[in-house]
């Protein structure tokens, strides 16, 4: 079993910055794909950056550019870290671990993580 938790969410003003951090615990060791998801009110779950054992990340279109994934393998902890924060970028941000291969295939689908947070709300006003 692995344990995910989500913080670092906030209410911040347009164009500000966040750093996003999940806590991975338990059986870390078999994860194949780690990412970070979105959910917007009344909108499907979205996938905004994921990391490949052994492979490059990976970014959703929306957040390109502003947004960087990274990982402290020491710490089990991953991180989120997003910049010039968009009013559209408001959602709950989840953090998913997947330990089977297809997540190498399509790393945005969130039916091929089996670990998800709880997430962290994050907020941002124009």
């Known amino acids: 079993q692995v344990q995910l938790v989500e913080f670092g969410g906030d209410s911040v003003q347009a164009g500000g910055s966040l750093r996003l951090s999940c806590r991975a615990s338990?059986?870390?060791?078999?994860?194949?794909?780690m990412g970070w998801f979105r959910q917007a009110q009344g909108k499907a779950r979205e996938g905004v950056a994921a990391?490949?054992?052994?492979?490059?990340?990976t970014y959703g279109d929306s957040v390109l550019g502003r947004s960087t994934i990274s990982q402290d393998n020491a710490k089990n902890i991953l991180y989120l870290q997003m910049t010039n924060l968009k009013p559209e970028d408001t959602a709950i941000y989840y953090c998913?671990?997947?330990?089977?291969?297809?997540?190498?295939?399509?790393?945005?689908?969130?039916?091929?993580?089996?670990?998800w947070g709880q997430g962290t709300q994050v907020t941002v006003s124009s």
């Open positions: 998913a671990q997947a330990v089977g291969d297809w997540c190498r295939i399509n790393r945005f689908a969130p039916s091929t993580y089996n670990y």
């Open positions: 338990g059986r870390t060791s078999a994860s194949t794909c």
């Open positions: 990391i490949v054992r052994g492979g490059r990340p």
